[in-house]
T-cell receptor, first 115, second 112 residues
Framework: DADVTQTPRNRITKTGKRIMLECSQT?????MYWYRQDPGLGLQLIYY???????NKGEISDGYSVSRQAQAKFSLSLESAIPNQTALYFC??????????????FGPGTRLTVL | SQQGEEDPQALSIQEGENATMNCSYK?????LQWYRQNSGRGLVHLIL?????REKHSGRLRVTLDTSKKSSSLLITASRAADTASYFC????????????FGKGTLLTVNP
């Protein structure tokens, strides 16, 4: 979805380097998410943010940190990258509505390789 | 741990045939959603069914939900080669900590 953009789209880095993945959205959604996808597996939630001041850990937050700079921007950092963090990373936003239903809109993904 | 698990893991059919994928989950849900992912791309929402609904339709898609069996099925009728993709179910537990939990997906291949 072009309304959710991720940069970079591909990144190769070395073990121990600090990496930041950025996500921007023009959908005006309050909720944003970072997921990781490994080959043949579903998505695992890393961090999620219900608004600028509300950030929560997901299933696999160890080794990752996030920053919600504005409603439209949510960044994911790997402070010291390791090879098992090689994966496809997705940012998503959602239009959560009262009553508890939402649809998530995904960015195109960032393919990260840690050597 | 994964809340939703799709079955089968992979499905190969001919164009024009129907494709059925199943999803089982473990705990009570607020709603269940199906998403599609073309290879290496972001997921795209297909359809949402609430816990108090039993069946929904959207174009060639039909989704059923059986909360007593904690299972859902996605039927794609008259499949096309362009339907080739991975399909994921995602469950939402509801409440103040609402978020989705995705299964591992079913890889559907539609042969021309």
């Amino acid at each position: 979805d072009a309304d959710v953009t991720q940069t970079p789209r591909n990144r190769i880095t070395k073990t121990g380097k600090r990496i930041m993945l950025e996500c921007s959205q023009t959908k005006g959604h309050d909720r944003m998410y970072w997921y990781r996808q490994d080959p043949g597996l579903g998505l695992q939630l890393i961090y999620y943010s219900f608004d600028v001041k509300d950030i929560n850990k997901g299933e696999i937050s160890d080794g990752y940190s996030v920053s919600r700079q504005a409603q439209a921007k949510f960044s994911l950092s790997l402070e010291s990258a390791i090879p098992n963090q090689t994966a496809l990373y997705f940012c998503a936003t959602s239009d959560y509505k009262a009553g508890g239903t939402d649809t998530q809109y995904f960015g195109p993904g960032t393919r990260l390789t840690v050597l | 741990s994964q809340q939703g698990e799709e079955d089968p893991q992979a499905l190969s059919i001919q164009e024009g045939e129907n494709a059925t994928m199943n999803c089982s989950y473990k705990t009570s849900i607020n709603n269940l959603q199906w998403y599609r992912q073309n290879s290496g791309r972001g997921l795209v929402h297909l359809i949402l069914i609430r816990s108090n609904e039993r069946e929904k339709h959207s174009g060639r898609l039909r989704v059923t939900l059986d909360t007593s069996k904690k299972s859902s099925s996605l039927l794609i009728t008259a499949s096309r080669a362009a339907d080739t993709a991975s399909y994921f179910c995602a469950t939402a537990l509801g409440g103040s900590n609402y978020k989705l939990t995705f299964g591992k997906g079913t890889l559907l291949t539609v042969n021309p």
